[in-house]
C-alpha cells in the first residue's frame, strides 16, 4: 500500500494563479483533511471531508476550495494564489471518525508551495 | 475557541535521560488525545492516543502519556531517550470531527 501520496512534491506560483493540489489514498478510509503548516504555528485545518460526498471548513478555509471526488481522492484547489498562501500543506486521511470514536490520521508526504 | 498548547518551543535532553513533552488543551467535551512525530521534510506519524480508560497510554517506540482531565494535560514521556528521537512532535485533540494541533514542540537529544 502507498498509503497517501500527494502532488506536486513541490510548486512554485505567482500571485494570482491558480493550481490543485491532489491527495489519493488507498487504505479505504471515510474522512479526508487538508492541513496548512507554518514556522510556530503547528498544523491549521483548511478543509476535511468526513465522508464521501461531504466537505466542511476548518479553522483557515478562506481563499481555498475542496473536491472529494471519490473516496479515495480529495484535491485543494487555489483559485488565485496569495503570497499568504505559501505553506507546507499536508493531506492526511483516517478509517472513522464521528461522535462517539476517532482514528489516527495517516499524513502524505507534503506539498511545498511558494507563492511569488 | 478550541485549542492545543505546546508550551515549550524546544526540549534538550541527553541520551538516556528521561524526557517530557508537555501539553495542554482546551477542547469541549471529552476530546481523545493523540501524540505525531515528524521528522524533516517528512509529514506526521501517528505515536499514541488516548480514549478512555487507563490515564498511562503506551505507544510506539518506547513512548507514552499521561492523560490528567483536573489539568487538561496530555503529556509525552520516554524513560530514556535515544538520539534518533530528535524530531519535532504535535499534541492534538479531536472532538467532532476535527483535529485541534498544537503548535509542536522540537526535541533535541544530545549524545
Known amino acids: 500500500n502507498a498509503g497517501v501520496t500527494q502532488t506536486p512534491k513541490f510548486q512554485v506560483l505567482k500571485t494570482g494563479q491558480s493550481m490543485t493540489l491532489q491527495c489519493a489514498q488507498d487504505?479505504?478510509?471515510?474522512?479526508m483533511y487538508w492541513y496548512r503548516q507554518d514556522p510556530g504555528m503547528g498544523l491549521r485545518l483548511i478543509y476535511y471531508s468526513a465522508s464521501e460526498g461531504t466537505t466542511d471548513k476548518g479553522e483557515v478555509p478562506n481563499g481555498y476550495n475542496v473536491s472529494r471526488l471519490n473516496k479515495r481522492e480529495f484535491s485543494l484547489r487555489l483559485e488565485s494564489a496569495a503570497p499568504s498562501q505559501t505553506s507546507v500543506y499536508f493531506c492526511?486521511?483516517?478509517?472513522?471518525?464521528?461522535?462517539?470514536?476517532?482514528?489516527?490520521?495517516?499524513f502524505g508526504p507534503g506539498t511545498r508551495l511558494t507563492v511569488l | 475557541a478550541q485549542s492545543v498548547a505546546q508550551p515549550e518551543d524546544q526540549v534538550n535532553v541527553a541520551e538516556g535521560n528521561p524526557l517530557t513533552v508537555k501539553c495542554t488543551y482546551s477542547?469541549?467535551?471529552?476530546?481523545?488525545l493523540f501524540w505525531y512525530v515528524q521528522y524533516p521534510n517528512r509529514g506526521l506519524q501517528f505515536l499514541l492516543k488516548?480514549?478512555?480508560?487507563?490515564?498511562l497510554v503506551k505507544g510506539s517506540y518506547g513512548f507514552e502519556a499521561e492523560f490528567n482531565k483536573s489539568q487538561t494535560s496530555f503529556h509525552l514521556k520516554k524513560p530514556s531517550a535515544l538520539v534518533s528521537d530528535s524530531a519535532l512532535y504535535f499534541c492534538?485533540?479531536?472532538?467532532?470531527?476535527?483535529?485541534?494541533f498544537g503548535s509542536g514542540t522540537k526535541l533535541n537529544v544530545k549524545p
Open positions: 492534538a485533540a479531536y472532538n467532532f470531527n476535527k483535529f485541534y
Open positions: 477542547v469541549s467535551g471529552n476530546p481523545y
Open positions: 492526511a486521511s483516517s478509517s472513522l471518525t464521528g461522535r462517539d470514536t476517532a482514528d489516527e490520521q495517516f
Open positions: 488516548y480514549i478512555t480508560g487507563d490515564n
Open positions: 487504505m479505504n478510509h471515510n474522512s
